[in-house]
């Protein structure tokens, strides 16, 4: 089978849409499967034998941190030139409106992912307003697809009620041999910790973004310094998080990568975890990997994951006395190991193996579904897209 993946986000970038899309590609390349890969063009050509083709990329004005590919017609050059047995359109929202328009109108099979919560985002940019029409939007471009996914059953359960068509969920997973407890480092602790190994070290991983809700954590640091946090990772609000947190025993590190990554997460005590706008949080099971319990703020996605108690502890969100009191609880060291070992065996049932198996196994299905539809030209209209 050849297929053509059309992505808003691909390497160099590092984020838990590209790290499953990895996976799955090297699964299906293992498979003798091709594959194309259509991605904003940051320069890579290549990767594990899977063609990726680039196109222009642009800084969007609000947001410049990251460069973005816009609706374009290059998309449809590309699906002549390779002629892919089917279409899977990633997170669907610019460039991937354009996969989305010409796989319809070149009646490609088409299975589309729903990754990225944008609408959620939207409260934290005073821009709430938009909401349903953004809703209408990523609901209009989904149901041009024979197949949707999704990465948890609670983001299932959300666009089931905001009527996306033929919803199912594409199971989370995890490199268990690369996140391991193995990787525990005295001097990795002593950097992340600001040379205080003694402390109490929660980690945070992720992009410094508004809706990722890090300031949420300062006031448990103002109450307990004996705990350190080590803030891994970059964004757009990098500057505000940074003032947020002078004054408290609070480390930033910047990206890491490969083995430095699975070190900073086995070398500290715990996941810190409060952002509510997650469709999954791959980085709750790659804490788990590494045999941290995860201090998370409750939402559907989380709770999917972590079990209080057993596997980490949960918060009320925006609540400030739940989050210390779940910290406080950390101290009881019998509950302590029990939440490790648990952690590190619940992460052991989510390999790279069984997703990468299923997104295989939903091709197919959408191959089927394609091909047993009756009438496709007057069940999709057309979209307006600028060719």
Known sequence: MKIAIITETFLPSTDGVVTRLKEAIKYLRDQEHDVVVIAP????????????????????????????????????ELLKKHNP??????????????????????????????????????????LYMFKPLLWWYFRKLHNYADLNLC???AIKGELDEKNFHNVSVWDRGVAVDHYHPRHKNTEMRERLTGNKPENKLLVFVGRLAAEKEIHKIRPLLDQRPDVSLAIVGDGPVKEEVEKTFEGTNTIFTGLLHGEELA???????????????????????????S??????????????????????????????????????????????????????????????????????????????????????SSKKSKIKVTE
């Open 151 to 153: 990465t948890s059953k």
């Open 291 to 376: 045999g941290l319990p995860v201090v998370a703020a409750k939402s559907g996605p989380t709770m999917e994951q972590v079990e209080d108690g057993r596997t980490g502890l949960l918060f009320e969100n925006e609540n400030t006395d739940s989050m210390i009191e779940a910290m406080n609880r950390l101290e009881d060291e019998d509950l302590y190991q029990h939440m490790c070992e648990n952690a590190r065996q619940e992460a052991e049932k989510h390999s790279w193996q069984k997703p990468s198996e299923q997104i295989l196994d939903y091709y197919y299905q959408t191959l089927e579904i394609f091909q047993t539809s009756e009438n496709r």
């Open 85 to 126: 047995d089917l279409v899977h359109v990633v997170n669907p929202a610019l460039v991937g409106a354009s996969g989305v328009y010409y796989a319809s109108k070149m009646n490609y099979p088409l299975i589309a992912s729903y990754h990225t919560h944008v609408p959620k985002y939207l409260d934290y940019y005073r």
């Open 263 to 289: 070190q900073a997460f086995a070398s500290s005590d715990a996941l810190i975890f409060p952002s509510v706008t997650e469709t999954l949080g791959l980085v709750i099971l790659e804490a788990m990997a």
């Open 41 to 76: 063009d940051l320069g890579v050509k290549e990767y594990e034998g899977a063609i990726v083709e680039g196109v222009k990329p642009t800084r969007l004005p609000f947001y410049r941190y990251k460069e973005f590919s816009m609706p374009q017609r290059r998309v449809k």
